[in-house]
């Protein structure tokens, strides 16, 4: 059987190939995912359109598609290899480029260079910055803010917020 086969002739052999496929000099269908990496849409030997995270090599005969973070560190969807429109987290998107968070102390998800939205554990938020538990809590692994720890370290237990 044929999945990616949109009209038959006979059994085994397909003359046209659904969106996603190109038609084999076998007769049938592959998708073009396998003979172009990061293809949604091929036709005739050719790539057309390239799947989210993937730009389309236009210098390329073939219409190849390149992962966006081979050129673009941190982009998870782009437009070509200079210009992101969307990064992964852990990164911000300034001048079509993906910055790393890491500006900011422990921080894993920013807005910007100078304001964390969300810390690693073991940090709280404070007005856009991360701050250590342990030194707001004696004895805080994590917490919530600088007067409630939600986890304890070591020997230490926790009761109403607080490390005893």
């Given at each position: ?57 236009l210098t390329s005969a073939a219409g190849d598609c390149i992962i966006c973070k081979n050129f673009l560190p941190g982009c998870s969807l782009c437009v070509n290899q200079a210009q992101c429109l ?79």
């Open positions: 059987m044929n999945f990616g086969c949109l009209t038959c002739s006979g059994l085994n052999s397909c003359l046209i190939c659904k969106t996603g496929y190109y038609l084999h000099t076998n007769g049938t269908c592959l998708l073009c995912n396998s003979k172009f990496p990061g293809c949604d849409v091929c036709e005739s030997g050719k790539c057309l359109t390239c799947k989210t995270n993937y730009f389309y090599n969307v990064c992964e987290s852990g990164y911000f998107l300034q001048s079509l480029q993906c910055t790393s968070c890491t500006t900011i102390n422990q921080c894993m998800i920013c807005q910007d260079a100078s304001t964390c939205l969300f810390c690693a554990v073991g940090y709280y938020l404070s007005q856009g910055q991360c701050l250590s538990c342990s030194a707001a809590i004696t004895g805080c692994f994590s917490c919530i803010s600088p007067t409630i720890c939600d986890t304890c370290s070591g020997s230490y237990t926790l009761s109403g917020g607080i490390c005893v």
